[in-house]
């Protein structure tokens, strides 16, 4: 029954997509998977003669593309490379976008590029950015508040804990828990605030090698931006934690970020660095145990020695002692690794 109704609510949702790109002038498109990630989306490269574009299929109600619309036509209309929207059903989660190309950073940077050079281009379009957004389009934005920060930190307890010590996380610990997290999170708000595209990373950049500028950093998967501390999209790009960003590189970007804003605290901004720093990686680690546990993806585990070594550095400084004692206490060195699929 469940699987005859899957399939049937599958032809469906083709027949939808097939509707709208016939509507839009690709309806004999060839059409090839382009890429998928950990969300229900999904990305695939139309070609018609010489003409690409790139439908992203975002199945209701799992995902919504209405912010995604809005986020991308306010970065175009600020001069930023966000995919041009060339056709939208938002209701069925269908957009026909724009094709910039298969050269992310990660792409370009595997390749031999300029680290340097990458990283500095994107650090140049964050200071362009937080310049230029309207106070009118920022207050638009969903807040980043503490309190969905501390949900999404409690991810490790609710999955990796369970999943490595084979047992739910106790009540006393997780209160304890919870109460660091409360004595740290405030404190990020001594640090401007700003947009953050939040999936900032060499995955969902690109390079645009025929644009100049800042034009030339393309910009994909900014559906989830919110209003920010300003260091969140700058974490989110250099403690990547695909990547082994080395640390001197990460203290240059940072620094090229405060030269461009000499009137921010740059006490306020390293602390709310490493807070943001901490709390995206605990997330991500919780994040990581559940894409195993509950969805059979077990490939992100290979990134977990870097999540963990990211959290052990955001701790060290000195406005995460709370959070640094409680995992020295329940968490420590020994028991922060990879999980293996069962």
């Known amino acids: 029954m469940n699987g005859s109704t899957m399939t049937v609510e599958a032809a469906a949702r083709m027949a939808r997509r097939d509707g709208f790109l016939a509507q839009a002038g690709w309806g004999k498109a060839e059409i090839r998977l382009l890429a998928g990630d950990a969300s229900f989306r999904h990305y695939d490269r139309l070609s018609l003669g010489d003409r690409t574009a790139v439908l992203m299929d975002a199945p209701p ?49 595997d390749a031999g ?11 140049d379009a964050l200071v362009a950015l937080h310049r230029v957004m309207p106070q009118a389009d920022l207050d638009t934005l969903p807040v980043f508040e503490d309190a969905r920060a501390l949900r999404e930190v409690q991810l490790v307890l609710d999955w990796y804990w369970p999943a490595h010590f084979g047992v739910p996380a106790p009540d006393d610990i997780r209160a304890e828990f919870v109460a660091a997290w409360q004595q740290v999170l405030p404190q ?11 999936d900032f990373h060499v995955d969902n950049l690109l390079v645009l090698k025929d644009r100049k500028g800042i034009a030339a950093c393309g910009l994909l998967d900014f559906q989830d931006a919110v209003l920010a501390p300003v260091t969140f999209d700058l974490v989110s790009l250099l403690e990547d934690v695909r990547r082994n960003v080395p640390w001197d590189l990460m203290s240059r970007m940072i620094e090229r970020y405060l030269a461009a804003n000499p009137a921010i605290d740059r006490d306020a ?46 701790i060290q400084h000195p406005v995460m002692a709370p959070v640094a004692t409680w995992y020295a206490r329940h968490l420590p060195l020994a028991d922060r690794v990879s999980l293996k699929a069962e």
């Not at 990020?188 to 953050?196: D, F, G, L, S, V």
């Not at 195993?292 to 993806?297: A, E, I, N, S, T």
Request: no cysteine.
């Open 61 to 109: 109600p799992m995902e919504n593309v209405r912010p995604f619309i809005r986020i991308g036509r306010l970065l175009k209309d600020l001069g930023f490379s966000a995919p041009e929207i060339y056709a939208e059903d938002a209701e069925a989660g269908f957009l026909l976008l724009e094709d910039l190309g298969d050269q992310t950073y990660t792409r370009e940077l």
């Open 113 to 123: 590029g300029d680290a340097e050079a990458l990283y500095a281009l994107a650090t």
């Open 188 to 198: 990020r708000e001594k640090a401007p605030k700003n947009i953050a595209l939040f």
């Open 269 to 314: 901004y390293m602390a709310a660095y490493a807070i943001i720093g901490a709390q995206r990686n605990t997330r991500i680690a919780g994040t990581f145990a559940r894409l195993l546990k509950r969805d059979g993806k077990p490939w992100y585990q290979r990134f977990m020695p870097r999540v963990w070594e990211l959290i052990a550095h955001d």
